[in-house]
């Protein structure tokens, strides 16, 4: 994919942005009371985005190719897998945190990152595991205070 | 004179004494492992000192950022992969004197020549700050909307890459600065019904997320596999010797002149500080052919420079409330989150906080000296470790870092958010870091156009009646048409910036 299409996609998505915040803006009110209103600031903002983005558009669309070269979006064959199951890691950890307490889930985590992500072996993504849920543990809830979820099992 | 001794009296109390030397040692640290750089170290570690006083987490934070400047070094001769972007050029004769055999002389002079435009700068920013305080008074509104606008285009300007991409980050960093609750009227903006978005998107989630787990995504997609060759195992020699000096003390010299200088504008860093610094170096040197062949001096420049603009940074955050780097805009956090706000009035209201963090930056210079040269051993050994077992650390730190902000899950889903639009945003070639600083700036720049508007009746005259505003604005004006008009110029620097 060429830069220039990835430029065009996100000035596309700005675009619908821009106006999007430009019509809130207006519908906050851009004065109350002959003050400026809520809405003013988010408004400019909005005629800016979306006038930057028509720009950058036009700018785009009119770019040669000579000098472009065609890239793949990822930079590795599989390396979409690795920030789609990090990510998938990530949201389950934060979907069962509550439930399974800090401690659990958290060890979890980084077991599934070591291993799956990481290469660990599992003995070696166990223990690196247990350390790290252990020390942000303590740093965190007994020298912090943080108060970090406890979950079912109270821990 | 008293307030000198005040200073140290404050910079040398045990428990700062004990924050300046966490800080630097993870700055150091930070400096050296390639893939986490200052902004990411400070965003992960902001929420530790929301609990704690001011004055040592404020010292702290300050040290990370400066620690970071020596450690970047280490990487960069040994294994030439800059620890973090400032010390990109030093890669260049670093790491060729590293293959010469002369890798202790290298990482030495880096040491001292830092310690030396460190000190430097923190001396300068000692005797320029006061002043520049006085200075602050005297604004009004307009003057500050002014300084922000000119903040942020002075950052655009100078940003690597497309102006209207830049311009556009820019733009969605201020509209993100206005969601949550408008302090005048009481209306509710952009919050989608979330009640922790009322309070407004903090700093610290966005940061942590962009820089944080964004950074993360892209290297485990791009680069997890890949193994560093460490070229020296042992480093011997660290201290130069007589023609060493004799080599470098202009260097040393200009690259403290320049990094104090480049550090004061906004946008200019101490990345572009270390690059100018070694264009300079070449420009003066009696022998430019030597330097990109192993030449120390090709270090000592680019290493005074990056530190020396570390010091200077502080000032425009220090005596305006400006922050003119995405690091200072976390600083900035640090302290608004503690209540404080840095500006004119902070020498004269926490003179403890001002003084007692600069006078932190001699004490913290010392320190990284003593950690960097007999140290750089256990340095040397950091390297080793492998990014399949950082990476997992880093996330973990976002993730718990952004719970413990509000011991809420949706500020954890804001950082989530955040690091696959940081993801995103490098895929697509669009700055984080002007986003950041947006963002910071949006809510002080619109706070500030909306009273000047009201005082002038809702129009832009008021402007024309303020002479320093006026100014800050034609300055900006001026700027942003100078690099439209004349994109060669741009195209210059954004080549510098890819050496």
């Known amino acids: 994919m060429l830069m220039k299409h990835r430029n065009m996609g996100s000035a596309i998505f700005c675009l619908i942005l821009g106006l999007f915040v430009l019509m809130t803006g207006v519908r906050l009110g851009l004065k109350v009371d002959l003050r400026i209103g809520p809405g003013f600031f988010p408004f400019v903002a909005g005629i800016l985005l979306a006038f930057l983005s028509i720009v950058l558009f036009v700018q785009s669309l009119t770019e040669t190719k000579t000098g472009q070269q065609k890239r793949s979006f990822w930079s590795k064959e599989h390396g979409w897998v690795f920030v789609f199951l990090t990510l998938v890691g990530i949201g389950t950890y934060i979907l069962v945190l509550n439930y399974l307490g800090f401690l659990l889930s958290t060890f979890l985590l980084l077991f599934f990152l070591f291993t799956v992500i990481g290469g660990l072996k599992w003995w070696k993504a166990a223990l690196s595991g247990t350390i790290a849920a252990a020390a942000v543990y303590l740093v965190f809830e007994i020298w912090l205070r943080a108060n970090l979820p406890r979950g079912f099992f109270s821990f | ?499």
């Not at chain 2, 790491?95 to 300068?124: C, D, E, H, N, W």
Request: glycine share 12%; with cysteine.
């Open chain 2, 1 to 499: 004179m008293e307030t000198i001794l005040f200073a140290f009296s404050v910079a040398l109390q045990p428990v700062n004494l004990l924050y300046a030397f966490g800080g630097v040692v993870i700055g150091t640290l930070v400096g050296v492992l390639p893939g986490i750089g200052p902004s990411a170290a400070i965003s992960l570690l902001l929420p530790t000192t929301f609990r704690g006083d001011v004055v040592p987490s404020l010292i702290m934070l300050a040290g990370i950022f400066y620690g970071t400047q020596y450690g970047g070094s280490t990487t960069s001769i040994l294994v030439n992969i800059p620890g973090e972007a400032a010390s990109v050029v030093t890669c260049l004769d670093g790491y060729k004197m590293a293959q010469k055999g002369r890798a202790g002389p290298a990482l030495g002079m880096a040491a001292l020549g830092s310690f030396i435009a460190g000190t430097f700068s923190v001396v300068l920013l000692t005797l320029v700050a006061p002043p520049l305080s006085e200075i602050g008074f005297h604004f009004g509104s307009p003057e500050f909307a002014g300084m922000a606008i000119l903040g942020l285009t002075l950052m655009i300007s100078l940003s690597s890459g497309s102006l209207v991409k830049a311009l556009m980050m820019a733009v969605v960093g201020l509209i993100l600065g206005t969601v949550g609750m408008d302090l005048s009227t009481g209306s509710v903006r952009f919050t989608f019904g979330i009640y922790e978005l009322e309070d407004g998107i903090g700093l610290a989630p966005v940061a942590m997320g962009l820089f944080g787990i964004g950074e993360v995504l892209v290297n485990i997609e791009e680069s997890l596999k890949e193994e560093r060759k460490l070229l020296v195992k042992k480093v011997k020699g660290l201290l130069p010797n007589l023609q060493d000096w004799k080599d470098s003390y202009v260097a040393i010299i200009q690259g403290s002149f320049v990094g104090f200088l480049i550090g004061l504008i906004p946008g200019g860093n101490a990345i572009i500080a270390s690059i100018v610094s070694y264009a300079l170096q070449k420009r003066i040197s009696k022998h430019p052919e030597k330097l990109g062949t192993g030449a120390i001096e090709g270090v000592a420049a680019p290493e005074s420079a990056n530190n020396a603009a570390t010091g200077s940074a502080f000032i425009p955050l220090l005596t305006f409330g400006i922050p003119t780097s995405p690091v200072m805009a976390l600083l900035l956090a640090g302290f608004l989150v503690h209540g404080v706000i840095p500006g004119p009035l902070l020498i004269k209201n926490r003179p403890d906080l001002f003084w007692g963090l600069i006078f932190s930056m001699y004490v913290g210079n010392i320190m990284l000296l003593i950690l960097n040269l007999p140290l750089i051993r256990v340095w040397v050994k950091v390297l080793d470790i492998p990014y399949s077992v950082l990476f997992p650390l880093i996330l973990l730190f976002c993730l718990v870092g952004a719970y413990t902000l509000n011991n809420s899950l949706v500020e954890v889903g804001i950082v989530v958010f955040f690091g696959f639009i940081g993801f995103l945003m490098r895929k697509f070639a669009y700055e984080p870091a002007l986003l950041i600083l947006a963002l910071v700036m949006g809510p002080m720049l619109e706070e500030s156009l909306r009273r000047s508007l009201d005082l002038s009746g809702g129009t832009m005259a008021i402007f024309l009646h303020r002479p320093i505003a006026l100014g800050l604005l034609i300055v900006s004006v001026l700027l942003l048409l100078s690099f439209m008009i004349f994109p060669v110029v741009r195209k210059q620097a954004e080549k510098g910036g890819d050496t």
